[in-house]
């Protein structure tokens, strides 16, 4: 730096004034991009159980964010949870979208109940306005993916204290949390006609056992 002072005074034509100018500016800047990028280092994701989650619930803090679809939402959800989906029910009327949502709702809609869904364009907006950047949150969904999909937005937005239960709420022992809804939380995942036929074969095989008898 003492040494482009020195040039500056040497050559004080305004020509080489610039280029030493220009030289400073130069400087400031690779300083500035080191310093943003220093400070813009983003804290890693944590994956936890369920014993591990209901730990961080109880002793750290944590707040259950269930980023799961109305309907499994609905089925079951832990108690006291906040819910922000990160899919939500595609309604839009298009001719491709039309096309896609009979097709998906004459197979998995059918057999495994699932909704037709699409990104929630609001995910972020919703649950910035819900909690500040340093909130610690568990997000929860049924088989991991969409958490951690969910995870990586809000980690990109800022948020530093995040974790997810691993492969989501179908791994979770029965009874790990309080939970509301008309099934067991691992179970909120299932739905269509594969839970009737599961049924129905259960049925069926006891009668066949009762023929044989």
Known sequence: MSGLVNCFTAFSSPRKSWVVFKINRAENASYTTIRQRRTNIRAEVSFV??????????????????????????????????????FIENKDNDIGTIIKRTVHNNFSGLFFGLPFTKLNPDFV??????????????????????????????????????????SGLQSVKPGTFESVGSTELQNAGKAGLVTVQGKISAILGTVLICLKV
């Open 49 to 86: 159980d369920g014993e591990e989650a209901k730990r961080l619930i109880v002793e750290e803090g944590y707040t259950v964010l269930d980023v799961r679809d109305r309907t499994q939402y609905d089925r079951a959800h832990i108690k006291s949870c906040y819910h922000t989906p990160l």
């Open 125 to 166: 907006k919703s649950v910035k306005g819900q909690f500040s950047s340093d909130s610690k949150l568990l997000l929860v969904c049924q088989e991991g993916l969409r958490s951690t999909a969910a995870a990586n937005k809000l980690e990109q937005e800022g948020f530093q204290n995040l974790s997810c239960v691993t």
